[in-house]
């Protein structure tokens, strides 16, 4: 059986993907700053440990070997106003728990063979239409940034000998939290409609797309370096929001309008008024089959299952 370390496996990505994991035979093990929330997240069937977080790997029990490390941990981006210490904590608990796992990785305390560690599509910045794949450099922007450092503190492994890949995650939707439980709301009142002009581009996947393609990558061996998780099919927000009304059976009217929701949330108006049209070209190049390429497949799986 093989082993899989995961950080940040008790959030809304870990703990689905932490059960995908289980179901294709792994054995997992999740590093946790909370024991007591872990076990209830996640249940028996996964292995626990505490740590301290982000400052220094002092785990509660001795460290199991493990032939995969998943890093997801991270302060959430979507909760809370982006005051100075709000994105110092985003960009700190990112780079320095990701240099603690690679410091572990560099004193043998841990002996991957392969690390994969969360990124996202903001490392792209802001774009128009064009499409944009891996090979896209990097944006300037706050969260390009964070994602820059972000990675760069992960490749420091690659001189250990390890295999290093970042998943340059898009929205990720699914049941029961994320984005599209709060994307649903003003739907659920008849007061849905895009944010901002409705034109700026939105890099989504499937929950099950996303734990899918992390356990592709865990077992084809050949992919490496930085890979776009996000659907085949990017859209607008303004066919995001067409879409996810026709689904719903409601109403997609009410444009929130760009001064409006910069003066409710500050710097974090952003990240939904602008985006990127991101292409999973590494995961298509490596024969990674979607369950659900089009979001109109995914939402209706979503929101009527
Ligand atoms: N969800 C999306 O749409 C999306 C899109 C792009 C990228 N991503 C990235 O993918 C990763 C997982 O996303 P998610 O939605 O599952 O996130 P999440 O629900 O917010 O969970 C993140 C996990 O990280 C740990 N964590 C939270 N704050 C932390 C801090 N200050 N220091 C250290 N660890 C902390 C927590 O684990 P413990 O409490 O157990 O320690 C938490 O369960 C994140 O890094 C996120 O940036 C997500």
Same mark, same amino acid.
């Given at each position: 059986m093989k082993k899989v370390l995961v950080l940040g496996g008790t959030g809304f990505v870990g703990k689905n993907l932490c059960s995908a994991l289980v179901s294709a035979g792994y054995q997992v093990f999740v590093l946790t700053r909370n024991l007591t929330k872990a076990r209830q997240v996640l249940g028996n069937n996964i292995k626990?440990? !505490?740590?301290?977080? /982000?400052? *220094?790997?002092? /785990? *509660?029990?001795?460290?199991?070997?493990?032939?995969?490390?998943? +890093?997801?941990? =991270?302060?959430?981006?979507? @909760?809370?106003?982006?005051t100075r210490q709000k994105k110092k904590r985003i960009l700190d608990s990112r780079v320095n728990t990701t240099r603690t796992v690679v410091n572990a990785i560099k004193n043998k305390t841990l002996k991957p063979s392969l690390l994969i560690n969360a990124s996202a599509v903001g490392f792209y910045g802001p774009h128009g239409d064009e499409q944009l794949t891996e090979d896209t450099p990097a944006g300037q922007d706050f969260l390009a940034r964070v994602c820059r450092a972000w990675e760069s503190e992960a490749y @420091?492994?690659?001189?250990?000998?390890? +295999?290093?890949?970042?998943?340059?995650? =898009?929205? !990720?939707?699914?049941? +029961?939290?994320?984005?599209? @439980?709060?994307?649903q709301l003003p739907f659920k009142f008849y007061m849905g409609g895009p944010l901002?002009?409705?034109?700026?581009?939105?890099?989504?996947?499937?929950?099950?797309?996303?734990? =899918? *393609?992390?356990?592709?990558?865990?077992?084809?061996? +050949?992919?490496?370096?930085?890979?776009?998780?996000?659907? /085949?099919?990017?859209?607008?927000?303004?066919?995001?929001?067409?879409?996810?009304?026709k689904v719903m059976g409601k109403p997609s009217w009410l444009q929130v309008?760009?001064?409006?929701?910069?003066l409710a949330l500050g710097e974090q108006a952003d990240m939904l008024l602008n985006g990127q049209r991101v292409i999973p070209a590494k995961l298509q190049d490596a024969g990674y089959t979607f369950k659900f390429p089009t979001l109109n497949q995914a939402l209706e799986n979503i929101i009527k299952n």
């Open positions: 626990t440990l !505490v740590w301290r977080g /982000p400052q *220094s790997l002092t /785990p *509660s029990a001795a460290l199991p070997e493990t032939e995969y490390i998943i +890093n997801l941990a =991270g302060e959430s981006i979507g @909760e809370g106003r982006w @420091e492994a690659r001189a250990l000998g390890v +295999n290093v890949i970042t998943l340059r995650i =898009g929205v !990720v939707l699914g049941k +029961n939290g994320g984005a599209l @439980e709060k994307m901002g002009t409705g034109d700026q581009w939105l890099s989504w996947i499937h929950l099950e797309d996303l734990t =899918g *393609s992390i356990i592709y990558i865990l077992e084809n061996g +050949n992919i490496t370096g930085p890979v776009n998780a996000t659907a /085949p099919h990017p859209v607008t927000m303004r066919e995001f929001c067409r879409t996810l009304g309008p760009t001064t409006v929701l910069r």
